[in-house]
């Protein structure tokens, strides 16, 4: 796998090669790779460690790391943020590009209850001491 400085990976320990195995606590994290070598990769992960977190610097056989796909909601926006500057720019007209929360459910009306049109009023039976 072709890493280079500065990309994002997921530690994954794949138990078939035991050499350059990460400790069981980095299994599943992602970081950012530092160094690169023939063979291994270091990579700075956050380690939380008695209410504070630690940036730990490992080095990991690339056989127990995957490209991580962590910034590709990121990249596939800034894609289309730069085609639509680049569309407002033709038209004139401004664009939002801000990410925009989802928004409640419109609100609505419930129908009748029965069929017959009638409401039903329940009451509360009054309390009995049948002691």
């Known amino acids: 796998m072709p890493v280079k400085v500065g990309d994002y990976v997921d530690i994954f320990a794949d138990p078939s090669i035991h050499k350059g195995m990460p400790h069981k606590h980095y299994h599943g994290r992602t970081g950012i790779v530092f160094n690169v070598t023939k063979s291994a990769v270091g990579v700075r ?31 596939a926006r800034k894609v289309s943020n730069e085609a639509a500057k680049d ?25 009748k209850a029965g069929t017959d049109g009638v409401i039903t009023t329940i009451q509360p039976l009054p309390f009995s001491d049948l002691v």
């Open 45 to 75: 992960v956050n380690k939380f460690v008695n209410g504070r977190i630690l940036e730990k610097r490992i080095h990991v056989r690339i056989e127990h790391i995957r490209a991580s796909k962590c910034q590709k909601e990121i990249l």
């Open 87 to 111: 569309e407002a720019r033709k038209t004139g007209i401004q664009v939002n590009l801000k990410r925009t929360p989802k928004l409640p459910k419109a609100g609505y009306f419930l129908e």
